[in-house]
């Protein structure tokens, strides 16, 4: 939920991919394909966001195992959390939660655990591996990973280090009713609770509640919580903007005046996550449909199609040289990673979280 | 809606008594007055009671993250009327208002011209009124963001006419929302108007002036009354859908303020309530039927004379 | 020149003429060059008034004038134009050309809510949404009559057309004669001096009818005000009317009393639309021989003769059925009776009447009727061989006309 409405609200990933000029077979890549082929040997049945996987790769392990997989697709964790946990969700192999809902579709039972003989991580980056929404990596595997940041004008805005400057840059004649933040609530009270030096993940209810009326009182200066849209960027509707690497790099190629950072003193990264589903009927598949998506050369091409970083190790050497603003899609050259927090959503506290939500959107209202 | 299933509960009632004891030697007509009860009972119930059940009993229960846990609590009635929810609630009242009205400031005038027109004009209006209708409703939606953003084909036009050289700031305003919302729903409130005002015999209207009355007090005391059918259902097929609108406003108003449909949602989804989104529907169906009991009173047509 | 023929028949015939009651009935004619300026005391009165649709023309150059307190009956085919001319005096439709007065004033570019004038509607158009009160209160209300006084006055009326019983009805609740009734009164609230009425019994059935045809005399005698009423019914024109203008195709055929446009009716083709007739083709006798005319039934006696025809011209008779008897072959008849051998083919009784055909050698059908306490006509039966017999003063000599079908 936290790091979905970045990347997800609004604007699928095929419309951001579209912006950068990506491989137009993404137009092709409908959410759910038909069955798979009479010669196929199995079946595999994805449940996924829209426009996740270059038909490219999905064709050549098709070519490969003999098998079309299903692919069903949602626009929300939410969505796919409810889903799988009513009968209608049963009968997935692969699901791709992001990071912060990991855990609560474990403890609803809803994954299972990976085997790890029959999966091989050793390629993948060890610092997206035993985070702390999955330690050991017991029901997950990376596939890629975005970040929390902000892009700005700073001819208008002037410069921003921390979420610190963010408010108070958004307070100032020619930022304020220009600003762009996210529907989605951790993402909003996170760096609330930052600033008074708490961490997401513990922060009680009343710190959460806590956060309030400083938002509330912020939310004036809000234009929009809709999805992210370079154009308002480049024509100056909005001037500052809550974003993930991967929006801000569609908008600075745009606008390249535009600058993006990750701001002080704490800031997201999300993983979203191969995971298998609890009852999933093809196991085999799905674990042969794992495997070929971790390969480095696979991995190499579904970041050159998506935006997103996949997760091998060493990535950004294998990218094809003529990448545009190749740093961007890793979220810039000076992101410290030590700063980065995963959000995780806690049954406890998920209620206040999108309760200050509404109340910071209702407040923005006119 | 609560009326057409009280009509179809009839219907369905109506049937299973006519295929009692008194049609008994006729085999072949009872199976099939059977199967003509059972089939809209099924959908009745498929569609309307068992969703609405579930809903009921979610709304007395308690829910954690998912999981939701029968009972008979008006905790939930309790948090949806109280505080920042009830806001929302009233805001989307008002919202739903505001928007019907400007629908009908739209719609009606437009409705009455169309309506003057003969038969083949008044064909030709009504579709292309209906056309954009037709086409998805994100798209036509979206095609406003377009519209409206800045240095968008409006702005160019405005600019081009001298009449403002200001950047077009209208994009995630109240005003984006209701334009949109205007445009969206105009063909189904303009339709009813058609039917009502074709339907006023021109000699009530030439009675009106005969005994006196100027055109726009015909108008007044003549064809406004008659056409309070027409603006009823208007109301009730835009209002009611407005009530639960979240699409309009967060593609044109920027998500800024929250609407009761967007509350819902967000229980249902981002808090995984189910209890509390249960209750906040409950409440607006509620509202809903007790809207739709006022306006059925207007509906009602004007029995013709002679 | 027909129509200057016809226009002298009709200064003739017409000319400030009494009606019936004694009211002065005011001249109508065809066409204004041969008419005076109209009687300046006129209700209406319409000056070289036309009107076409879509290029048809549906009114035609028509003057008419009504006298204050008349009552006249506008009486044609459908199609005649004669709801038109209601419209055109409502002010619903503006004449191409001409002019239109009220009670000398000139109206004729004032819309309907600002004319002296009220209008019945032959759908009575009653507001559906107001009670019967409120609908007969509607002109007053227009017209800025306070609450009180409208009510008493549309109480005023309902008591009028006895409907006092029901102010609180809606329109939709009421029988189609009440309907009537409440239309009548609506019309009257205004205390129009001119009260236009369009059908306005056509949807009733006859019992109905001729029980609110004495009603609508007896108001328009109470309240004194002119009545123009429109229908395609004869009996009810005839039943009601101080005077008649009968139309056909946009224009005013012939205007006058009842009983002159019956017994004298201007031509042929107003001769056979008033009433029934029995009509056969003639030729019209030489100088000094006029009073005869030959017949395919042989030469018969006539005595009014269209002077505008000349000897030798082919003409249309008109024989009224009234004033044709059937006789048995050997009664004898007077020095003026024309007497034509026949066959009886039908007999019918019909209350104190006796209507009998008989058809001639050529094939020509005869129509009589005849009072059964006059003579014993039930003593024929079909088949018989008999006579039809008719007066010299009975026949009248027309101008053939191209639609009248007995030529």
Known sequence: MTMT??????????????????????????????????????????????????????????????????IATYNANEVMFAKLNSPAGSGYDIVIPSSGWIQQLAAKGLLQELDHSKVDLSALDPSL?????????????????????VVYDPDVVGEIKTWQDFFDAGKKDGVSGKIRMTKSASETVGPALWIAGKDW???????IKGTADFLKDFAKHVRTFSGFDPAALASGEIVLAQANQSAARGALLQNPKLKWVVPGPKSEIWVDSYALAAKAPNLEEAYDFLNFFLSPEIQVKETEYLGYPAAIAGLKDKLSPDTKAKDMIFGGTDVNFENLTSYIVNPDTVDAYQDVQNQVQAAAGV | MSFRLATIAQDGADGVRAAGPARRPRRRGRVSDHLFAAVPSLWLFIFFIAPLGFTVAYSFGHSSFGTVTLGFSLDNYATALSGFYAQSFLRTLQFAATGCALCLAVAYPTAYFIARQAGRARNLALILVLVPYFTSFLIRVM???????????????????????????????QTAVFIGMVYAYLPIAIVPLVIVLQRIPQSLVEAARDLGASPWRTFWHVVLPLSRPGIATTVLLTGVPMLGELVIPSLLGGERGVLIGQAISSQYLNSQNYSLGSAMAVLVLLAVAIIVALLARLTRGFAEAA | MPRVDLVAQHLNMTAFSLAQDGAPAAVASMSSHTMAEPPPDAAVSLEGVS??????????????????????????????????????IGGFEAPDGGRVR??????????????????????????????????????????????????RRARQLLELVHLEEVPQRMPAELSGGMQQRVALARALANDPAVLLLDEPLGALDRKLREELQRELRRVQHAIGATFIYVTHDQDEAFGMADRLAVMREGRIEQVGDPASIYDRPANGWVALFVG????????????????????????LRTEHVDPNLRGGERALVVVRPEATRIEPLTAEGGPTVNRIPARLVDIVAVGPSARLRAVTAPGREFEAV????????????????VVIAFDAAATRVYRPDPQTPAI
């Open chain 3, 51 to 88: 009107k076409s649709y879509d290029g048809r023309p549906v009114i035609e150059n028509l003057d008419l004038a009504v006298a204050p307190g008349e009552f006249l009956a506008l009486l044609g085919p459908s199609g005649s134009g004669k709801t038109t001319i209601m419209r055109i």
């Open chain 1, 201 to 207: 993940n513990k922060a009680t209810v009343e710190d």
């Open chain 3, 102 to 151: 009220i009670a000398g004033r000139d109206v004729t570019e004032v819309p309907p809510e600002r004319r002296d004038v009220s209008t019945v509607f032959q759908s009575y158009a009653l507001f559906p949404h107001l009670n019967v009160l409120d609908n007969v209160a509607f002109g007053p209300r227009m017209r800025g009559v306070g609450r009180a006084e409208r009510e």
């Open chain 2, 143 to 173: 095609s406003w963001q377009i519209l409206l953003a800045r240095s968008g084909p409006i702005e160019t036009v405005l600019r081009a006419l001298h009449l403002t050289d200001a950047p077009l700031d209208i994009m995630d305003t």
């Open chain 1, 129 to 149: 591996l035993n985070r702390d929404y999955d330690p050991g990596n017991k029901y997950s595997i990376p596939k890629d990973w975005g970040l929390l940041g």
């Open chain 1, 5 to 70: 409405s970045l990347t997800r609200s609004g604007l699928s990933r095929r419309s951001l991919l579209a912006m950068l000029g990506a491989a137009p077979a993404a137009a092709a890549l409908s959410g759910l394909l038909p069955a798979g082929s009479a010669r196929a040997a199995g079946a595999l049945n994805i449940y996924s966001w829209p426009d996740y996987f270059s038909q490219e790769d999905l064709d050549a392990w098709t070519k490969k195992s003999g098998i079309t997989p299903n």
């Open chain 3, 276 to 299: 029934s007739g029995n009509s056969f083709a003639a030729t019209v006798g030489g100088p000094g021989a006029r009073s005869v005319i030959a017949t395919d039934f042989g030469p």
């Open chain 3, 370 to 385: 005849m009072r059964r306490a006059d003579a014993p006509p039930l003593a024929f039966s079909p088949g018989d061989e």
